[in-house]
């Protein structure tokens, strides 16, 4: 017979199972081969280019048959462009960045390559922490001067790929858009933050074109232009509990650029915030023949801070009356959803569906919407050109269907 009681075997297994979680671990990290920056000649001075340092991490860890990891430690790292190519021989390839990255200081060095980090045709790779610099301010002047001015670089961006996600990630002082999603699928930013000041010119925190299945929650953005603005050819976004200002607001568009180019569909933003912003949820679309479109779309739990235009669709666009003077938009939007949005407009209008008189918006929904105007002092006024849909619950202002 065995003596053994069952509390005395339960007590082994708890000595048993530690040990053996541990070992499990232990196993799965020494799978993973980790590439040190500084190990293969970065300087954490930030003067010491460290561009080659940085792609022979890269390169090291695309051909490895075993999952990666690409340390950056503390300290500053001058790195100029640089292009991350795959597809690579294994799909976990991890970047822990514990240090700054920064651009060069002279903006002519990257001011006409587009890019300054460029990500493409990888498949599953990690970015956690860390600080992007681009140290755009020097451009920005230079724009705001009326100089012949280089058009700048892109921070980070993230071409041709699948299953990437970026966490704890911070973009200071882009010189141009700092986080772009081109032609990617499954993609999830998570803790983001981007900052750049309120009067620069053209540095979107992040935009999305031509992807489907990204993700962006839990974020900070302060900028000069879009907060996250959304092109053509984006389906399934999901935009929840981000901050935004100031900025230009959360925008759809601007769609039709292009006579043919494809729409947009099943996007949620949710929980957003914005302060002091241009505008608010904004959909807009040139003022000109176009296939595209918008529909399936969901701005739900919303509030404005003193936001110059809260809810807007503007469908005559029409940068400069260049291109498109007397002509009606092509872009067809449909199916809009506006529910639970409150705050106070810094104008007047705070609500204006400026719509394509060929092409009107369709089943447009407001539901339970109150924003008012001056600091909750004055009410708000609705406008509606080409726009039909429903109004529910209390809404203020007066519906203008």
Same mark, same amino acid.
């Given at each position: ?122 498949? =599953?790779?990690? *970015? /956690?922490? %860390?600080? #992007? ?13 009326? &100089? ?98 100031? =900025?230009?607001? *959360? /925008?759809? %568009?601007? #769609? ?13 933003? &949710? ?131």
């Amino acid at each position: 017979m065995n003596s053994r009681s069952p509390l005395g075997v339960a007590s082994l297994l708890f000595m048993v199972l530690p040990i053996a979680i541990i070992s499990s671990q232990a196993a799965i990290a020494a799978t993973v081969v980790e590439h040190n920056v500084v190990s293969l000649g970065a300087n954490p001075d930030g003067v010491t280019g460290s561009t080659q340092a940085f792609m022979g991490a890269w390169l090291a860890a695309c051909r490895s048959k075993r999952p990666a990891m690409i340390i950056v430690p503390p300290g500053r790292f001058l790195v100029g462009g640089a292009t991350f190519n795959g597809p690579c021989k294994n799909n976990a390839i991890h970047w822990r960045i514990q240090g700054v990255i920064t651009a060069p200081a002279d903006y002519n060095v990257l001011g006409n390559v587009g890019t300054w980090l460029l990500f493409q045709n990888v498949d =599953g790779m990690s *970015i /956690s922490g %860390g600080i #992007l610099d681009g140290r755009g301010a020097a451009l920005w002047a230079c724009k705001a001067s009326g &100089k012949n001015c280089p058009s700048g670089a892109t921070t980070i961006f993230f071409s041709s790929s699948r299953n990437i996600v970026v966490s704890k990630l911070m973009s200071l002082h882009s010189q141009l858009f700092h986080i772009v999603i081109y032609g990617c699928q499954n993609v999830r930013l998570q803790g983001v933050k981007v900052f750049a000041s309120g009067d620069s010119q053209n540095t979107d925190g992040v935009h999305v074109q031509l992807s489907s299945r990204v993700t962006i929650m839990n974020s900070k953005i302060r900028t000069g232009d879009d907060c996250i603005s959304i092109g053509a050819g984006t389906t399934n976004l999901w935009i929840e509990n981000v901050a935004c200002g100031p =900025g230009h607001g *959360i /925008s759809i %568009g601007s #769609l039709g650029k292009d006579a043919v180019e494809p729409g947009v569909e099943n996007v949620t933003v &949710k929980n957003v915030v914005f302060g002091g912003t241009q505008n608010g949820l904004r959909i807009k679309s040139w003022g000109r023949p176009s296939t595209g479109f918008a529909k399936n779309i969901l701005f739900q739990h919303a509030i404005m801070y003193n936001v110059n235009n809260p809810i807007v669709i503007d469908q005559n666009y029409c940068p400069s009356n260049i291109n498109c003077p007397g002509q009606y938009s092509g872009v067809k939007i449909s199916d809009v959803t506006y529910k639970d949005i409150h705050g106070t407009s810094a104008t007047e209008v705070a609500v204006k569906f400026d719509c394509s008189l060929k092409n009107p918006c369709t089943g447009i929904r407001l539901d339970n919407v109150k924003l008012t105007y001056k600091n909750d002092q004055q009410p708000a006024r609705a406008s509606c050109v080409n726009a039909g849909g429903l109004a529910f619950g209390l809404v203020q202002p007066s519906s203008c269907f």
